[in-house]
């Protein structure tokens, strides 16, 4: 598993996401992505973004934690073809 944080209006384009987290993503890039997202369905976590295929041709899923941040899971780079 890798993370990363990241600070600032229009990361990746999403300049909506006030006031979820406030300008905060927080990215966790998965070896089991899809089990991760399971795991979140099954918690009712709220989605912002459905899963889809990234520009980076890797999969992700958005979710809102209860603190109002942005949860990011994403499969590895280049997994998604």
Same mark, same amino acid.
């Given at each position: 598993?890798?993370?990363?944080? =990241?600070?600032?209006?229009? $990361? =990746? +384009? ?5 006031? %979820?987290?406030? +300008?905060?993503?927080?990215?966790? +890039? ?6 991760? $997202? ?6 009712? &976590? ?10 980076? &041709? ?7 934690? /209860?603190?109002? %941040?942005?949860? $990011?899971?994403?499969? /590895?780079?280049?997994? &998604? +073809?």
């Amino acid at each position: 598993m890798s993370a990363g944080l =990241h600070f600032g209006e229009g $990361v =990746h +384009g999403f300049r909506n996401l006030k006031p %979820y987290g406030n +300008g905060v993503l927080l990215w966790f +890039g998965l070896d089991d992505f899809d089990a991760a $997202v399971a795991r979140a369905e099954e918690m009712k &976590a709220e989605v912002i973004k459905p899963r889809h295929r990234s520009e980076n &041709a890797h999969w992700e899923c958005w979710l809102r934690d /209860p603190e109002g %941040y942005a949860i $990011v899971l994403a499969s /590895p780079l280049g997994s &998604a +073809g």
